[in-house]
């Protein structure tokens, strides 16, 4: 009811002893299905986790990523216990807009691995006549 975001929590107790960025396990697999169709993702920190001092570095995850959705955490006051269970992130679904413009007999898929690209250059341009 009005909330935008699902909810992801951690399956696993996990201390950060430092400032590093930290990889949490959710135990969610993608891709992210709403009615039988596959979106694509907004990974974002839930505004309670901010407040208590626990950075989740936002993600997009692609609507063909099918290995697990993890979670990349960090604090700047460590150390900071997260138990398992936490709902620290949330996800927030995004229909594929790109999908039309992909050109004719270009195959991109992303499947399980993760943090990386599946490549894809978009050029916006302005017209001069809508420059300052």
Same mark, same amino acid.
């Given at each position: 009811?009005?909330?935008?975001g699902?909810?992801?929590?951690?399956?696993?107790?996990? %201390?950060?002893?430092d400032?590093?960025?930290?990889?949490?396990s959710t135990? !969610?697999?993608?891709?992210?299905k709403?009615?039988?169709?596959?979106?694509?993702?907004?990974?974002?920190?839930?505004?309670?986790?901010?407040?208590?001092?626990?950075?989740?570095?936002?993600?997009?995850?692609?609507?063909?990523?099918?290995?697990?959705?993890?979670i990349?955490?960090?604090?700047?006051?460590?150390?900071?216990?997260?138990?398992?269970?936490?709902?620290?992130?949330?996800?927030?679904?995004?229909p594929?807009? %790109?999908?039309?413009m992909?050109?004719?007999?270009?195959?991109?898929?992303?499947?399980?691995?993760?943090?990386?690209?599946?490549?894809?250059? !978009?050029?916006?341009? !302005?017209?001069?006549?809508?420059?300052?």
């Amino acid at each position: 009811r009005g909330s935008l975001g699902l909810d992801l929590a951690t399956t696993v107790d996990v %201390t950060l002893i430092d400032q590093q960025p930290c990889k949490i396990s959710t135990a !969610v697999q993608g891709p992210v299905k709403i009615n039988g169709h596959a979106y694509g993702a907004l990974l974002l920190g839930r505004s309670s986790s901010g407040i208590k001092g626990l950075f989740v570095l936002p993600g997009l995850i692609d609507s063909d990523f099918t290995g697990e959705i993890s979670i990349v955490a960090q604090t700047l006051f460590p150390p900071i216990h997260i138990p398992k269970g936490s709902k620290i992130a949330q996800l927030i679904p995004i229909p594929h807009l %790109t999908a039309e413009m992909q050109k004719v007999g270009q195959s991109i898929e992303c499947g399980n691995v993760g943090f990386g690209s599946t490549g894809g250059l !978009v050029t916006l341009t !302005v017209p001069m006549c809508d420059r300052p």
